[in-house]
């Protein structure tokens, strides 16, 4: 009976391996078999043997290994009742070009089962959202042992702030609408396009991400007016925009020191409550135009392609979208 469900397991988990990793491990096979009271786990390694999966595959392939090796067990146990599953942030280790495969893994050989994942990478979060493997998304901004996770949404940020205004601490408004605008200016930046100076660390903060984000935005706004002249097409729309942005963006920049990296948000803490609410009102307004006006989609805009020549600046409903492809002479 053992050997009958280590059969079947091994075989799944084998062709789950290969699938992802089949650019130079297509002949991978695992092995498990009962070995001296225990269950040994042995692995192909490019054809020399089978080893220990901790002898010579690296941590990602070793990721890669428990993931497979999951989706085979549970399978084996719940077959069709398999319908929902979590995994907590289990491909870090993993690079870029296998994440993408997993993607096609899970929704290929998976597709009446529902995945709820959760990570800090936000390099594996575009690759979920580009690779259409997750609907829709939640961020958290913090967490107390009271209330749980707080999440990052719209509604949600603002109505803290303004609950920290209403008790008059302007420094906890601060921090929080900070936080908040580097967060979405992570997001903006890479669905912008915008140039922003490399990090070997990886560390970016306001004053690095925001004003990239607003160049950007103003160079979209104004190849998409351009795209649209071009083409003979009715650009009121497009210079309404960029009018819109140009006085929501004046807003924010009436005082230049309130994005000034080397003085982070110790200078919003010596406004007044009221003052600092106008502070918080220009940002929300000109976050606003550069979303979705559908509440039900309610997105940044992104430029498609991700890579390449832009072609269109739109959010996934296409309640906007802008083409950004001029006509050629």
């Known amino acids: 009976m053992l050997e009958g469900i280590y059969d079947k397991v091994q075989k799944d988990f084998t062709e789950y391996y290969s699938f992802i990793n089949r650019d130079d491990e297509a002949n991978f096979e ?33 990721d890669g290994m428990g993931l497979c090796l999951y989706l085979a067990l549970v399978k084996h146990t719940l077959g069709d009742g398999f319908t929902l599953a979590v995994l ?42 580009s690779e259409k493997l997750v609907q829709s998304t939640l961020s958290f901004g913090g967490w107390t042992v009271d209330s749980g996770p707080q999440v990052w949404n719209e509604g949600h940020v603002w109505t803290q702030i303004q609950k920290h205004l209403a008790n008059d601490n302007v420094f906890l408004a601060a921090g929080t609408l900070r936080r908040y605008l580097e967060f979405t200016s992570t997001i903006l930046a890479d669905n912008l396009r915008a140039r922003i100076e490399y990090h070997g660390n990886g560390q970016y903060d306001l004053g690095d ?117 001029p006509k050629k002479n």
């Open 30 to 62: 695992g092995k498990l078999s009962a070995s001296f009271g225990k269950l040994a786990f042995d692995v192909d390694f490019y054809g020399r043997d089978r080893f220990p999966p901790g002898a010579y595959h690296s941590e990602g392939h070793q």
């Open 88 to 129: 907590d942030d289990v491909l870090m280790s993993v690079d870029a070009g296998h994440r993408r495969e997993v993607c096609a893994l899970l929704k290929q050989k998976f597709p009446n089962t529902q995945f709820v994942l959760t990570t800090h990478d936000g390099v594996w979060l575009k690759f979920m959202q």
């Open 209 to 325: 991400l925001w004003p990239g984000v607003l160049a950007a935005w103003k160079a979209r706004l104004k190849e998409a007016r351009d795209s649209a002249s071009s083409w003979g097409k009715n650009i009121q729309d497009a210079e309404a925009l960029q009018i819109e942005s140009k006085k929501r963006v004046a807003a924010t920049k009436s005082e230049e020191w309130m994005i000034n990296k080397a003085v982070h948000y110790n200078a919003w803490a010596d406004l007044q409550s009221k003052e600092f609410a106008a502070v918080v009102s220009s940002f929300q307004q000109l976050l606003q135009l550069m979303q979705c006006p559908n509440t039900d989609c309610g997105e940044f805009l992104c430029v498609s392609p991700i890579k390449g020549d832009k072609e269109v600046l739109r959010c996934s409903c296409s309640a906007v979208s802008l083409n950004l492809v």
